[in-house]
C-alpha cells in the first residue's frame, strides 16, 4: 500500500466518524507527504488552519484511523504543502501508465505498433452495417452518393476535402460510415478515423488537460482517411476550431482525404472561423435532401426485407405518404407496425398500420404552429415589426419579409390564398399567390433564399 | 465568563471581526465571533479559514470563560444596542448577557469545541514598517490586483524583499502599479527575508482588511505559507499565495520616446470628460502628440464627441498616437500624490508609463504605474 492509497483508505475510515461538512472542510486537498523509518507520519495540508486543527482536535482520530491499515504508526505531525505542485506530478504518472499500457496491448504479429493502435480505435468508431450496398440512392443523394464513391476510389485526389450537408436522418452519417468501411475493405492497411466534432472537442479538452496535445496531434498526422460529423458543433468553440485547422491544414498538404459532414453548408454555421469556412468550401459541397416519395416507399422496401418483414405496397404507400421529413422517422414507423404486428400477431393491414401510426402522424408537429408563431418568426428574423409586416406598406423592408410569410403560411399551415390575403390587411387571393409563386420560384436558383427558408422553418418548430 | 470593558473598543474589535467572519460556509461556526476571557484580557476571535484575526483587549475580568455567538446578531446588536460608556456580560446557561445603561440582553451563545484554533506564529524572525509608508504602498497597488480567478498569483499583491527596498505590485494583466519603500536603515532580522523568503503573494482581500484594521506600527511574520500582521492587539492571519509572480520588470518601458509633464488635474479633467465620449464597450480615448502639442480626443459614434489641449503641458520628444481605456488610466493618476505627472510613451503597442515627478524619498513609497494601450484596429 503506498502512501496514497493508504491516505484514502485512511480518509475512508475518518470520513465515517466526523460530519460531512467537518470532513469537506478540514481533510480537503490533505494528502501523506512521508513516513520517516520511525513511522513518524507527517500530512501535508493546504493551510495554518487545516494544520491546527487537524494537530489539535483529530489528532486521535487520525492515528487510530491510519493504524487500523498501518498498526506501526507511531506518531503524526502536519506541515502546509501547496496541492497544486504534488497533483500536478501526480497527474503525470497517470497520463504515463495508461499509455504504457496500450503500447504492451498493441504487441502484435506483423503489424507496427502505432498503426494497430489506429485500427482499435477505428473499430470502435466505424459501424460495419453502413455500407454502400444498403443505401437507398435516389434523386435527393444521388450526387452525395457518387461524390463520395468518387473519393473512396482516390483518395485525397479529387474532392478533397468533401463536405456533405443536409436536415437531420437523412443519412449523412450512414454515407460517411460507408466511406470508411468501403475504404477499409479496399485496403484493411489505411488509417481511417471517424469521429463526431463532439468528441473531437471532448479529446482536444482531455489532451489539453493531460498535457499531452502533442500525442493528440501526433495521432492526426498520420491518418487516411479522416471523416468528421457533424461539424457544426465546433461553432463558436475557438480553441476547438484552431486545433482543427491545424490538424485540417496538416493533412490536406499532404493529400489526405478529409470528409466533413454537417447540418448546413459552411456558409451558413454561425461563428464558425473564416479561413475554415474557406477550406471547407474550397473542396466539393454536396446535399442531401429530403427523399421524394418514390425514394422513401424503396427505402422502406429495403428496410423490410432486412428485417424478413412482408409489406404490402399499399402499407408501405400509406407510410411513406405520412412520413416525409426524414428517413429516422420513416424507420422508426416501421419499427413500430412490426412491433405492434409480432406482439399482437396480427398480420399487417393497413387498419393496423393507421393505428399503430395514428398518433405519430396526428402528433406530427405542423399542427401545433399557428399563424402568428409564423408571423412572429419572420418579424424576428428579419427585423421588422408585427404592424408593418401586416399592414398594407409597401416599403421594400418589409416586401421579402411578407412573401416569405405567404410562402411559409401556405406551405407550412395550408391556408388557403384568400385566407393569407386576409391576415396581411385584406390583401387580394392573387397577391399571396403571387408571393407564393415568386418564392418558389426564386427559391429553385437562390440556394441563399433556401437556406433562409430552412432556417425559418426550424424556427418556427422551435417554438 | 464574567467581564466589564469599554464599549467603544468592544464595538469597534466587533466590528472588524464581523467582517473577517464567514458570510456563508458548509461550516456554521465558522459564522460565529468567538469570545474568550483568559488572563485578565478579552480575546475576539474570527475566521473564514483564508483570513484570520484576533483582537485582544483590556478588561476589568471577574471570571474566565469562553463561548462563540453570531457575528451578524453580535454586530447588529453592539452597533445598535450598546450605549457609550461601559459594557458589562455573563456568561450563563441561557446564553451571554449584556449590560449597558439601563439595557439587558441575552444573545444565545454556542460552546467553542468546534471553532477553528487560530494558527500559532513560531517564527521570531519579523520585520516592522512604518504604518503610513506600508498603508500607502498597499493602497496605492492593491485596486490593479486582478479579480479574476484564472491566474491565482495575480489576484493577490506581490511583495518582493529587495536589497534595500520592498517592492510592492499588483496587476491584472491591463495595467499594473508599483510602489517601492526604500530603506535607509534595514530592520532587524531584514536579512531573512532577503536571503531566504525573497518574496510573497498576500490575497487582495486581506490586504483590504489590513487597510481597514491598522493604524500602528506593523509587524509582518511570513511562516509556512502565511503572513502574520501584528499591530496593537490586533493579530490578522492569512494565507499566502502560491505561484510566481510573473517578472514585470520586462514589460516596464526601458526607454520612452516622449515625455509629457503636466498638471495631474489638467490631465485628470481631459481623460474624465473624454470618458464620457468613449464607446461604452470598447471604452476606447485617444492620446495624441502632433508637434510637441498634446490632444486628449473621444468619439462616440452615437453621442457626440469630446477634445481637450493639453495646452499647459512640456513636452519632449516625438509624436505618438496612443489608444487607451480611460478608467485604467483614472484608477492609476488619482493614487498619485503629486501636482505634476509625468507620462511617458514609447510606441502604440507599448505600455503608458505614468509616474510622479517626485522621487522616492523616506517617507514616500515611490509610484509607477503603467497600462497596456487599447490595440488599434
Redesign the interface.
Known amino acids: 500500500m503506498n502512501n496514497i492509497e493508504l491516505w484514502q483508505s485512511t480518509l475512508g475510515q475518518i470520513e465515517l466518524s466526523i460530519s460531512?461538512?467537518?470532513f469537506?472542510?478540514w481533510f480537503k486537498n490533505t494528502t501523506i507527504l512521508s513516513i520517516d523509518e520511525k513511522e513518524h507520519v507527517v500530512i501535508g495540508v493546504p493551510?495554518?488552519?487545516?494544520?491546527?486543527?487537524l494537530e489539535?482536535?483529530y489528532h486521535s482520530n487520525i492515528l487510530d484511523a491510519l493504524r487500523v491499515f498501518r498498526p506501526q504508526v507511531a506518531g503524526l505531525s502536519c506541515?502546509?504543502y501547496?496541492p497544486?505542485?504534488t497533483k500536478r506530478s501526480i497527474d503525470g504518472a497517470q497520463i504515463k501508465s495508461p499509455a504504457k499500457s496500450s503500447v504492451l496491448e498493441s504487441n502484435e504479429k506483423n503489424i507496427t505498433k502505432q498503426p494497430y493502435q489506429q485500427k482499435q480505435h477505428l473499430k470502435s468508431t466505424l459501424n460495419e452495417k453502413y455500407l454502400f450496398s444498403n443505401y437507398i440512392v435516389g434523386e435527393n443523394n444521388e450526387l452525395a452518393k457518387a461524390a463520395c464513391h468518387a473519393v473512396c476510389e482516390n483518395l485525397g485526389k479529387i474532392y478533397n476535402p468533401l463536405f456533405i450537408y443536409g436536415g437531420v436522418g437523412l443519412g449523412k452519417t450512414h454515407l460517411l460510415q460507408a466511406m470508411g468501411n468501403a475504404v477499409l475493405e479496399k485496403d484493411s492497411e489505411k488509417h481511417v478515423y471517424y469521429i463526431s466534432s463532439e468528441k473531437f472537442t471532448n479529446d482536444l479538452i482531455n489532451s489539453i488537460r493531460n498535457h499531452t496535445i502533442d500525442d493528440f496531434k501526433k495521432t492526426y498526422q498520420k491518418i487516411d482517411l479522416l471523416i468528421i460529423d457533424d461539424v457544426q458543433f465546433l461553432s463558436g468553440k475557438e480553441k476547438t476550431q484552431q486545433e482543427f485547422f491545424y490538424i485540417f491544414n496538416s493533412l490536406y498538404q499532404i493529400n489526405k482525404q478529409i470528409v466533413i459532414s454537417s447540418d448546413r453548408p459552411p456558409k451558413s454555421i454561425a461563428t464558425l472561423e473564416e479561413r475554415l469556412r474557406s477550406r471547407f468550401e474550397g473542396g466539393m459541397i454536396v446535399d442531401v435532401i429530403k427523399p421524394d416519395l418514390e425514394t422513401r416507399v424503396a427505402i422502406l422496401h429495403a428496410k423490410a426485407r432486412e428485417r424478413n418483414f412482408a409489406l404490402n405496397d399499399e402499407i408501405v404507400r400509406y407510410i411513406a405518404d405520412n412520413i416525409k421529413n426524414n428517413v429516422r422517422e420513416l424507420e422508426g414507423a416501421l419499427n413500430r407496425v412490426m412491433a405492434i404486428c409480432d406482439l399482437s400477431q396480427k398480420k399487417p393491414s393497413i387498419e393496423v398500420v393507421q393505428n399503430a401510426l395514428g398518433d405519430i402522424i396526428a402528433s406530427g408537429r405542423k399542427r401545433t404552429v399557428q399563424t402568428h408563431d409564423v408571423i412572429d418568426v419572420i418579424s424576428a428574423h428579419y427585423d421588422v415589426n408585427n404592424q408593418e409586416l401586416l399592414s398594407k406598406g409597401r416599403k421594400r423592408e418589409v416586401v421579402k419579409p411578407r412573401q416569405i410569410a405567404m410562402y411559409l403560411l401556405r406551405t407550412e399551415l395550408n391556408l388557403s390564398y384568400p385566407g393569407i390575403g386576409e391576415h396581411f390587411g385584406g390583401r387580394d387571393h392573387t397577391t399571396a399567390l403571387h408571393a407564393y409563386e415568386k418564392i418558389a420560384r426564386t427559391m429553385k436558383d437562390d440556394e441563399r433564399l433556401r437556406d433562409e427558408i430552412e432556417v425559418l422553418k426550424e424556427k418556427i418548430y422551435d417554438i | 465568563m464574567k467581564l466589564t470593558c469599554l464599549s467603544e473598543k468592544f464595538k469597534q474589535a466587533i466590528t472588524y471581526a464581523e467582517r473577517v467572519a464567514a458570510r456563508s460556509t458548509t461550516l456554521p461556526i465558522l459564522k460565529n465571533i468567538l469570545l474568550r476571557v483568559k488572563d485578565n484580557k478579552l480575546f475576539i476571535e474570527a475566521t473564514n479559514l483564508e483570513i484570520g484575526l484576533s483582537i485582544v483587549m483590556n478588561a476589568k475580568v471577574e471570571k474566565e470563560g469562553e463561548c462563540t455567538v453570531p457575528s451578524k446578531i453580535l454586530s447588529n446588536f453592539v452597533s445598535h444596542g450598546i450605549i457609550d460608556g461601559n459594557v458589562s456580560m455573563e456568561l450563563t446557561e441561557h446564553g451571554i448577557i449584556f449590560e449597558s445603561g439601563t439595557d439587558r440582553t441575552v444573545i444565545k451563545s454556542m460552546d467553542t469545541e468546534s471553532f477553528p484554533i487560530l494558527p500559532k506564529k513560531n517564527e521570531t524572525k519579523n520585520i516592522t514598517v512604518n504604518p503610513t509608508l506600508l498603508k500607502k504602498a498597499f493602497e496605492e497597488t492593491v485596486f490593479s490586483a486582478s479579480v479574476s480567478e484564472t491566474r491565482p498569483e495575480l489576484t493577490g499583491i506581490f511583495i518582493s524583499f529587495d536589497e534595500s527596498q520592498m517592492r510592492f505590485a499588483a496587476t491584472d494583466s491591463f495595467r499594473l502599479a508599483e510602489s517601492i519603500i526604500k530603506f535607509t536603515d534595514r530592520p532587524p532580522d531584514y536579512d531573512y527575508y532577503y536571503h531566504t523568503i525573497k518574496s510573497i503573494i498576500i490575497p487582495k482581500n486581506t490586504i483590504h482588511e489590513l487597510l481597514r484594521i491598522m493604524d500602528e506600527a506593523i509587524t509582518i511574520t511570513v511562516q509556512e505559507n502565511q503572513i502574520f500582521f501584528e499591530s496593537n492587539g490586533l493579530l490578522l492571519i492569512s494565507r499566502l499565495i502560491e505561484g510566481t509572480y510573473p517578472d514585470y520588470e520586462q514589460i516596464m518601458p526601458q526607454n520612452p520616446v516622449t515625455d509629457i509633464k503636466l498638471k495631474k488635474d489638467d490631465f485628470l479633467h481631459a481623460v474624465k470628460t473624454s470618458s464620457i465620449f468613449s464607446n461604452e464597450k470598447t471604452s476606447e480615448i485617444v492620446l495624441e502628440i502632433i508637434d510637441k502639442k498634446g490632444v486628449v480626443s473621444a468619439m462616440s459614434t452615437e453621442y457626440g464627441s469630446h477634445l481637450t489641449e493639453l495646452h499647459n503641458a512640456s513636452i519632449t520628444g516625438i509624436d505618438q498616437k496612443i489608444v487607451f481605456n480611460p478608467r485604467f488610466i483614472l484608477d492609476g493618476i488619482t493614487q498619485i500624490n503629486d501636482e505634476e505627472i509625468i507620462i511617458s510613451l514609447t510606441n502604440e503597442q507599448s505600455p503608458i508609463l505614468i509616474s510622479s515627478t517626485k522621487t522616492a524619498e523616506e517617507f514616500e513609497p515611490s509610484f509607477r504605474y503603467i497600462v497596456m494601450p487599447v490595440r488599434s484596429t
Open positions: 460531512k461538512a467537518n469537506g472542510t493551510n495554518g488552519f487545516a494544520k491546527e486543527w489539535n482536535k506541515a502546509i501547496t497544486n505542485a
